[in-house]
């Protein structure tokens, strides 16, 4: 059966049992209706995903795996902040008449700076690093850049990647794995999103600097379920996990900026009934 779902399971229950509640407090987000959106919270949440023993994919519902991955090479490929660039309707609510989202997510990645090496964007910093310092420990992305917050149509929520190699006895191959930090999260609209999108960044590294893939570990420090989320929570839990897929990256691709959406695929991905009609609060 799926660990994706009983990590997601147990989170959920934790969150629902053991959780704080915003209800009645002065908090930011509301609904369409402009009712504030009040949520369940716990502070800190660590999940922990093998990647190369799954893929971690929710089988409780159906994840949109082309959509979220195309986003993610939205913000770390195309490295930009225009939702023109982009297949999808989920920004449209933070674009201005132009589409763009301000000095967020893309654009961040698009920043280039001066190392020694010469100038470099982040993402550009990272696959250098995967191929000629493995084994630092500064091979990391932040676009928290509070400089820029203001300038910013939403904060960044899942803020920071920091990659770290490791290597096994009598294994050919370096192993690459991963932290994605979140300062912030929906769980029923976003985490398996979250989680499916850098657990295919991982693969895709893995695959141009030649290295096998390994641990994904997701930090979330306010995961949260909002007030008109929480029944549609307590029913998906109670679904039985199902086998999880296969993932299949296309192996002929080995420069990170020729990958597109259908170089990735989700084999014998059975799933529950999807959820519809998700409220979400802005």
């Not at 997601?8 to 930011?28: A, L």
């Not at 609904?31 to 023993?53: C, H, M, Q």
């Not at 839990?237 to 420069?255: G, M, Q, S, Y």
């Given at each position: 059966?799926?660990?994706?779902?009983?990590?997601?399971?147990?989170?959920?229950?934790?969150?629902?049992?053991?959780?704080?509640?915003?209800?009645?407090?002065?908090?930011?987000?509301?609904?369409?209706?402009?009712?504030?959106?009040?949520?369940?919270?716990?502070?800190?949440?660590?999940?922990?995903?093998?990647?190369?023993?799954?893929?971690?994919?929710?089988?409780?519902?159906?994840?949109?795996?082309?959509?979220c991955v195309d986003e993610m090479l939205w913000i770390w490929q195309k490295k930009s902040n225009n939702i023109n660039h982009l297949n999808s309707k989920i920004w449209d609510s933070w674009a201005d008449e132009s589409g763009s989202i301000g000095k967020a997510y893309g654009y961040q990645m698009s920043v280039k700076h001066n190392y020694k090496e010469g100038p470099m964007d982040q993402v550009d910093r990272v696959i250098y690093d995967l191929k000629n310092n493995p084994y630092s420990r500064r091979i990391m992305t932040n676009i928290y850049v509070h400089h820029d917050l203001m300038e910013m149509h939403l904060y960044p929520c899942a803020y920071s990647m920091t990659f770290n190699v490791t290597k096994e006895k009598d294994r050919d191959k370096l192993i690459l794995n991963g932290i994605l930090n979140q300062r912030s999260q929906d769980v029923l609209a976003a985490n398996n999103w979250n989680v499916c999108q850098y657990s295919v960044l991982l693969h895709m590294l893995a695959q141009v600097c030649?290295?096998?893939v390994g641990e994904f570990v997701h930090v979330i420090a306010d995961a949260h379920i909002y007030d008109r989320h929480v029944e549609l929570v307590?029913?998906?839990?109670?679904?039985?996990?199902?086998?999880?897929?296969?993932?299949?990256?296309?192996?002929?691709?080995?420069?990170?900026?020729?990958f597109t959406p259908d170089d990735i695929r989700l084999d014998h991905y059975e799933t529950h009934p999807q959820i519809k009609g998700i409220p979400i609060a802005i």
């Open positions: 059966m799926s660990k994706a779902d009983t990590i997601f399971i147990n989170m959920c229950r934790d969150i629902i049992e053991n959780g704080t509640s915003t209800e009645g407090e002065k908090v930011r987000p509301v609904w369409e209706d402009g009712t504030p959106a009040y949520t369940i919270k716990k502070f800190g949440v660590v999940n922990r995903y093998d990647l190369s023993k799954e893929f971690p994919a929710l089988t409780l519902r159906r994840t949109g795996i082309k959509s030649d290295m096998d307590k029913e998906l839990i109670t679904r039985e996990p199902l086998e999880a897929p296969t993932f299949w990256l296309n192996p002929e691709v080995k420069d990170f900026y020729q």
